[in-house]
């Protein structure tokens, strides 16, 4: 059962600050290939109206969000859909190109379930309310500078990793995927 920090009631108007991780933490989203289709199913659920997307970094083995759910979509709903999805094109993509050390990893992250044969995300995730501005401002911070973090060391400065909306941000370019500006929550 997958855990998670929120209110019971879910607030349309709030955003939520996600995080979820690979299965056993495993440096699983390295290559650029599985980041693109992480990144392009962000993009694939914006589309799809379930949310908002205000910021968000790939990391090698989680992922941080910041997003507004939209209509019936719950924290919970956003984050099943999106592992669903990924699940199976980064399987996929492992299948594709042979990659029978990851498929068996995955495989035994699965450990007695007989639902699955495979796993790529851990069951929790965390979805924590945006409560203030203070809030939204650290998060925005702390999803854009968790690449330099000195055990990751992904980049430079945070407009140099390609992988977040970091660019957007401190105006350095296009970001990868159409993103809602939550600067101007801030006003």
Known sequence: MP??????QVDSDHLYFITTSAVRHAHIFRSD????ILVDSLN???ILGQYELYAFVIMPNHIHLVLRCLGKYTPMDVVREFKKATANLILRYFECEGNEGALAFCAKAVGQSKRRRYAVWEAE???KNVFSVWFLEQKL????NNPLQPHWRLAERPELYPWSSARFYLGA??????????RELMR
């Open 3 to 8: 855990s998670a920090v929120w209110p019971v």
């Open 33 to 36: 290939v599985i980041k693109r």
């Open 44 to 46: 694939t659920g914006r």
């Open 125 to 127: 995730y965390q979805a």
């Open 141 to 144: 911070n702390y999803i854009h």
């Open 173 to 182: 370019g296009r970001p990868l995927i159409p993103l809602s500006d939550a």
